[in-house]
């Protein structure tokens, strides 16, 4: 991990153009904490230095969010919708797996394997019957870092604003962001 010295954060504030003051406001810290970091009199917690980084980050444009690569458009089922219609979305749209969403709200997710591992005959079962653990939930002001980790370990993120779903992100869509 790497992580800027005081002069590695004057000199980047000073090339973005921006007074300790404008620095402090954005990090949401006071100005003589910032003046006496990058004087090296005191040590930042990681929290701090990571608020004081992440603002610079905002300041130079590089910070990407989650509404900068979310889906608008999801493709989901509901609980109470029989798998035969769940695999029929998932074929029509091409996915492999599918949020369930009840009233705006992640409450599960449905795969081509739980399907399989569900066994004979439940196309006319119910989605709440076969789902599997709903896909994690980020805010939209949520940091490709953010993201990037959860999809370290889940397929996909679903994106929330006020409780309700606006949007979902894949590992696909952040590659297609990379590239």
């Known amino acids: 991990m790497y992580l800027p010295t005081p002069q590695d954060l004057r000199e980047r504030r000073n090339a973005l153009g921006l007074t300790q003051s404008e620095l402090a406001d954005r990090a949401g810290v006071s100005q003589p904490l910032i003046a006496r970091i990058e004087g090296g009199d005191v040590d930042p917690r990681l929290s701090t230095l990571r608020h004081i980084v992440e603002a610079l980050d905002e300041a130079a444009g590089d910070v990407v969010r989650g509404r900068d690569l979310m889906q608008e458009t999801v493709v989901s089922v509901a609980p ?11 074929q029509n749209a091409g996915y492999s797996q599918l949020p369930v969403i009840a009233d705006g709200i992640p409450v599960g997710s449905i795969s081509e394997s739980d399907v399989v591992h569900a066994g004979e005959d439940v196309g006319d079962s119910r989605v709440r019957e076969v789902m599997s653990e709903s896909f994690p939930t980020v805010s939209p002001d949520a940091t490709l870092e953010e993201i990037s980790s959860l999809l ?16 979902i992100i894949t590992q696909a869509d952040v590659a297609a962001h990379l590239s």
């Open 152 to 167: 370290d370990h889940y397929t996909a993120v679903i994106v929330t604003e006020d409780g309700d779903t606006v949007g």
């Open 80 to 90: 109470s919708d029989h798998v035969h219609d769940a695999v029929e979305r998932m």
